[in-house]
């Protein structure tokens, strides 16, 4: 069986252990996770690996980035098992603060990216969630130093804010992304697939099947409105609420309108029964 990673949950206990791996000038690497570890983390992971010595994988359920009416009380948690596959991968640390180790009593700062995180994407629906990933990520790179920190593809918006604030805070930390990795009939992996339901799940791979399709259509020139008012209108035949479904500059996450004023990105997000679901591709 593969050596048990070590786990640590005090702040002072994770720079001891990272002054270690700096003091081996190892290049260390950060892959941030709130657990419930899929394909799509270990992927990750593996990134993680292939650029550093040194892989530290954090799992914490961040409280500030879920709202009130939310899923941070059923969020999925699976510690046993995610130590168990990362033990597999050979990580170096675990980092799992506790909450009151993340935010102690009288915590008062936050960050509040403006940029990507007010595109009118993920923040037109969850308006709390991008001051929460920011001041959480920010904590969680000074904590671990890292020279490299690695992020997915699948949370699109969350990667452009994360590689803003760390340009603009002048963190010295490269940021890494990785392809998203899909079930075999397209759908995106998401620790909140676990909430979908036999029937639910089956209709779920849909979204990619029209992003896939959407994505076909504009690159050959169809009108991206008209692209973009069909696959809407497939995904909500489908049994979808949509939130929404958009073509967006790659880079900057402005409106496009015409397939001129690319790269394109197109995301979605949409729920099914108590599932909120989102992905992309780039056409
Ligand atoms: P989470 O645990 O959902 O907060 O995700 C932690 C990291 O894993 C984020 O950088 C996500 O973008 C990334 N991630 C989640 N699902 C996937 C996936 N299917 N493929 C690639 N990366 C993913």
Request: net charge positive; aromatic share 6%; charged share 25%.
């Amino acid at each position: 069986m593969a050596r048990r990673p070590r786990v640590v949950r005090t702040v002072s206990a994770l720079r001891r252990t990272v002054a270690r791996f700096r003091a081996a000038h190892e290049p260390i690497a950060l892959v941030p996770t709130m657990g419930a570890l899929h394909a799509g983390h270990l992927a990750l992971v593996r990134a993680a690996q292939r650029r550093a010595d040194s892989v530290i994988v954090s799992i914490f359920v961040n409280p500030t980035q879920f709202a009130p009416h939310e899923d941070l009380k059923t969020y999925p948690q699976t510690f046993a098992a995610d130590i168990a596959v990362l033990a597999a991968l050979k990580t170096d640390l675990i980092w799992a603060p506790s909450v009151e180790t993340m935010y102690p009593a009288g915590f008062a700062t936050r960050i509040v990216p403006e940029g990507p995180a007010t595109a009118g994407l993920e923040d037109a629906f969850r308006p709390h969630f991008f001051a929460g990933v920011a001041t959480v990520v920010a904590k969680l790179l000074i904590q671990c130093e890292p020279d490299v920190a690695v992020f997915g593809e699948k949370d699109y918006q969350q990667l452009k804010v994360v590689a803003r604030l760390v340009r603009d805070l002048d963190l010295p930390v490269k940021i890494i992304s990785v392809p998203t990795v899909r079930e075999n009939d397209g759908l995106a992996m998401a620790s909140r697939n676990a909430y979908l339901s036999e029937s639910e799940r089956a209709v779920a791979p849909v979204l990619h099947r029209v992003l896939a399709d959407c994505a076909g259509k504009i690159a050959q020139g169809a009108l991206v409105a008209r692209v973009l008012d069909e696959g809407g209108a497939a995904i909500e035949r489908a049994g979808f609420t949509l939130d929404y479904l958009e073509a967006r500059h790659a880079e900057t996450l402005k409106p496009i309108e015409t397939a001129d004023d690319g790269p394109i990105r197109l995301l979605v997000a949409a729920r099914i029964g108590k599932t909120r679901l989102i992905d992309n591709v780039g056409v």
